[in-house]
Structures are given as structure tokens and as C-alpha cells.
């Protein structure tokens, strides 16, 4: 007779309040709204903080499942759907502007503009797939093997042991992806890359684990985080901001890796103390567990980039200006049509009831009936 596992209950609303942080700041990462040392400093913490979102997500949802596959696949579900289809959107309207170049320069350089479309610090969809799936085995793997302070010394290690290669083999990762191609050498580099990526994503995605069950501990003394949290918050971004100025070694990337790991940690672990300090309040709540609605029309918006840059294309050569507009408000609507009704993806969920309610059931925004 098999053993039944524990369901264990955890508060959400830090959770949820993480990952709209988190959110905003890829929104902000991917749209250039930020610039010079804040744009540094959010699009370093951006991915981390999602990651740790993920790990966070898994545990409240963990005496749900039956199986560590499924664990894995709802893992993968929080946050690999959305972003496959906007690398599909991403890189649709890039060969859209390339093909439409007229000089023939974007033309010609399309397969390294679609490599590189959709991507968070240059990793591609084709690679972020493979490493959060890699990531979220090793994490499985870990607690299923060995106790879960363990996992944390063993997941040191690798880190400890990945970045020395790095470090020792020299690699530059950019240079590495446009200019090894097919040759041995270049894809040996690729599969270690993916195994470094996944180790230091598969830490970001315990720790968020980690503090889940730190906000149980300590929730009834959670007013006195935000006396740690602030300080790490601004000793996070002062290391971050310096690594990003005259502070950077170009030739000591074990120690580049390190720091700056160690300031996104520190940011990370600063803003979740804040958090979870602001606990449940109505409205800061409200936008945790809705603040994926913003990923999702940001998502929308390409969708319509896409629609419209066709359509620019399309009817230009119609001489009849209001014909030409009217014309190209048909394709926009016909795409939103499609992109909602055919492909079933919750475009301008923010606006649809319907697609908030299923959003709002669905495994994004439920912890589980406290």
C-alpha cells in the first residue's frame, strides 16, 4: 500500500504579488521602457524572479499531483505557454521587417535575426525549452533522491563546478551560438551551456520553494521583514548597477558570474521579504493575481504588430486611402478572431469575462482553498 503524500496549504498572496513584480519587469525588459542602470538592474532580476515564481507556484500546487511528471508539466504550464507563442509572434515579425527590407541588409541576416527573436538574454525559445525542462528534472530528481538541505548543498556544488568551466573554458556564449554553426565543437558548447543554464536555473526554482516555506515560519512576525528586505533590496542593485559600469572584468568570468549572481539573489530575496511584509492587502493583491493579465495582452499587442505589418504590406498599393484603412481593420479584426477563437489563446483576457473566469480557475491563479 502505497504511502499518501502530505497535502501541505501555503498563502498565496506573496506568490501571486512575486510574480506580477516579476512580470512587470520582463514586460518592462523586453519593451525597452527602462534604459542605462535601471534597465540593467530590472532586466537582470526579471528571469531569476520568474523562475523563482515557477518554484513557488510548484509548491502550493504539489499535493495536488499525482505524479513528478506531472509536477513538471505544471511547472512548464505557468510559464512556458504564453512565451512559446510569443517567440512564434516575435519571429513572425521579424521575417515580416526583414523580407519587407528593401536594402536587402535585414534580408540577409534573417536566420541570425530569428535565432535571436523572442529571446531573454539571448536565449532563444529553442533554448529556454530544453533548460527549463532539464531544470525542473534536476529539482525533482534532488528531492526525490535526497532531503531537501541537501538538495540545496548539491545544487551549490554544480554551480560551484559550472561556473569553473565556464570560467576555465573561456566561452563566450553570444559568439559562440552566431558563429560556431554546426561544427563539433560548437554544438559541445551548446549541450555544456545548456547543462550550466539549467543548474543555475534549477537553484532559482528551489528557492523559490524555499521561500514559501519561510513565509509560513515567520508569518506571524512577517512585519519585521521589511527591515531586511529594503537593504537587500539596494545592496542587490548597487552590486547589480556596478557590474554593469566600470566594475565589469572582461577577462575573469567566474568572478562576473558570481557577483552577479550574488546581487540578483540579493534583490530576489529582498522584494520577496517585501512581499510578503505587505501580505494581504485588496488592491496590491488584486494586481498579484491578476498582473498576468499584462503578459498576456503584452503578448496580444505582437499578435496585432504582426497582423498590422501584414496588412500595412497587403494593402499599400490600394489607392484609396479610406478603402486601405478600412481594409486593414478588417484584417486586425479577423486576427483577433482567430487568435482567440481558432488557436484558443485568452487574448484580451483583460477584457473578456469569460476568459478570466477560465484564467482565474485555472492553475495560474489558484493555490488551493485555505
Request: net charge positive; hydrophobic share 55%.
Amino acid at each position: 500500500m502505497s504511502k499518501k503524500k502530505k497535502v501541505m496549504r501555503y498563502k498565496a498572496e506573496p506568490v501571486f504579488l512575486y510574480l506580477g513584480l516579476a512580470i512587470l519587469l520582463l514586460v518592462a525588459e523586453q519593451t525597452d521602457l527602462l534604459n542605462g542602470k535601471v534597465g540593467n538592474i530590472c532586466g537582470a532580476c526579471a528571469l531569476p524572479m520568474l523562475f523563482m515564481a515557477v518554484g513557488a507556484l510548484s509548491l502550493l500546487h504539489e499535493g495536488k499531483v499525482t505524479s513528478e511528471k506531472e509536477i513538471i508539466k505544471r511547472n512548464a504550464r505557468c510559464f512556458l505557454g504564453s512565451y512559446f507563442w510569443f517567440s512564434l509572434i516575435d519571429g513572425a515579425v521579424t521575417a515580416v521587417r526583414a523580407i519587407a527590407d528593401t536594402s536587402g541588409y535585414c534580408r540577409s541576416l534573417l536566420l541570425k535575426l530569428l535565432f535571436s527573436t523572442g529571446t531573454f538574454f539571448g536565449h532563444s525559445v529553442l533554448w529556454i525549452l530544453p533548460v527549463l525542462f532539464v531544470s525542473l528534472t534536476l529539482c525533482q530528481l534532488l528531492k526525490k533522491s535526497i532531503s531537501f538541505k541537501y538538495t540545496y548543498i548539491m545544487i551549490a556544488c554544480l554551480m560551484l563546478t559550472v561556473a569553473l568551466v565556464y570560467h576555465t573554458g573561456n566561452i563566450r556564449f553570444t559568439n559562440v551560438v552566431v558563429d560556431s554553426g554546426l561544427s563539433p565543437r560548437g554544438v559541445m558548447v551548446r549541450i555544456a551551456m545548456l547543462f550550466v543554464r539549467s543548474v543555475f536555473v534549477a537553484f532559482f526554482i528551489l528557492t523559490g520553494e524555499a521561500f514559501v516555506m519561510m513565509t509560513e515560519r515567520v508569518k506571524s512576525h512577517r512585519e519585521r521583514l521589511l527591515l531586511p528586505g529594503i537593504p537587500l533590496v539596494l545592496a542587490g542593485a548597487f552590486v547589480i548597477a556596478l557590474l554593469a559600469g566600470p566594475f565589469y572584468w572582461p577577462n575573469i568570468y567566474f568572478l562576473n558570474i558570481w557577483a552577479l549572481f550574488t546581487g540578483v539573489l540579493m534583490m530576489s530575496a529582498g522584494l520577496w521579504c517585501i512581499c510578503v511584509w505587505i501580505g494581504k492587502v485588496g488592491v496590491i493583491n488584486y494586481f498579484g493575481e491578476n498582473a498576468h493579465y499584462i503578459y498576456l495582452t503584452f503578448l496580444d499587442l505582437g499578435g496585432l504588430q504582426l497582423a498590422k505589418l501584414a496588412g500595412e504590406e497587403v494593402f499599400s498599393l490600394m489607392d484609396n486611402s479610406f478603402a486601405s484603412k478600412a481594409a486593414l481593420v478588417i484584417v486586425l479584426t479577423a486576427a483577433e478572431l482567430i487568435w482567440i477563437k481558432i488557436l484558443g489563446i485568452p487574448a484580451l483576457s483583460f477584457l473578456t469575462g469569460d476568459m478570466k473566469k477560465k484564467m482565474m480557475n485555472s492553475d495560474l491563479s489558484c493555490g488551493g482553498k485555505k
